[in-house]
């Protein structure tokens, strides 16, 4: 069955880095683009990025444009996000989700993992 | 930024009853927008596409409509499993979440 799952969260202080990942199986993982939304402990949903089926076009939420770098390695039917500069509003549970086929073509996520947490704090 | 907001922020309805919860655009998405559904300590689950279209799986009580800016999901006969928070998601223009309405048990 389509499967994600995500890994890499912890607790970081602020200003340091840290790189989640999503492992992706059950589907073509090269066929899709992909998605990171967040939710902050107790509020609601915020989309984070997306990256293109082949890797090549990306798009970032302005809360996150500069720090973050959504990559993908289609080898190794994996997902990245890469968390630079890190805040204290940066946390929050990370999901990856699917999203579609065509670049530009905007399309609802489905499914989605279950979710990292990453806790920035000193 | 297309701002999607969801009213009520809380909605108590009792099992059996039938639910209806609202979410309106900023600006017209079309029918482009999808309903999710969340609960403690999960990922949210795609319900709905297309503002009406059912995902695989969903049962035939959670029904959408809408098109433009406004936009109902109906949850017809609760069942103890439908507690839970609900988010919509227009895919328009990028993409944005309403704050989330959570259906509770009267």
């Known amino acids: 069955q389509v499967q994600l799952v995500e890994s890499g969260g912890g607790v970081v202080q602020p200003g340091r880095s840290l790189r989640l990942s999503c492992a992706a199986s059950?589907?073509?993982?090269?066929?899709?683009?992909m998605h990171w939304v967040r939710q902050a402990p107790g509020k609601g949903l915020e989309w984070v990025a997306v990256?293109?089926?082949?890797?090549?076009?990306?798009y970032y939420a302005d809360s996150v444009k500069g720090r973050f770098t959504i990559s993908r390695d289609n080898s190794k039917n994996t997902l990245y996000l890469q968390m630079n500069s890190l805040r204290a509003e940066d946390t929050a549970v990370y999901y990856c989700?699917?999203?579609?086929?065509?670049?530009?073509?905007?399309?609802?996520?489905?499914?989605w993992g279950q979710g990292t947490l990453v806790t920035v704090s000193s | 930024e297309i701002v999607m907001t969801q009213s009520p922020a809380t909605l108590s309805v009792s099992p059996g009853e039938r639910a209806t919860l609202s979410c309106r655009a900023s600006q017209s998405v079309s029918s482009n927008l999808a309903w999710y559904q969340q609960k403690p300590g999960q990922a949210p689950r795609l319900l709905i596409y297309?503002?009406?279209t059912r995902a695989t799986g969903i049962p035939a009580r959670f029904s959408g409509s809408g098109s433009g800016t406004e936009f109902t999901l109906t949850i017809s006969s609760l069942q103890s499993e439908d507690f839970a928070v609900y988010y919509c998601?227009?895919?328009?223009?990028?993409?944005?979440f309403g704050q989330g309405t959570k259906l509770e048990i009267k």
């Open positions: 297309g503002a009406s």
């Open positions: 990256i293109s089926h082949d890797g090549s076009n990306k």
């Open positions: 998601q227009q895919y328009n223009n990028w993409y944005s």
């Open positions: 989700a699917r999203g579609g086929q065509q670049w530009l073509v905007f399309r609802w996520f489905d499914p």
């Open positions: 059950g589907f073509t993982f090269s066929s899709y683009a």
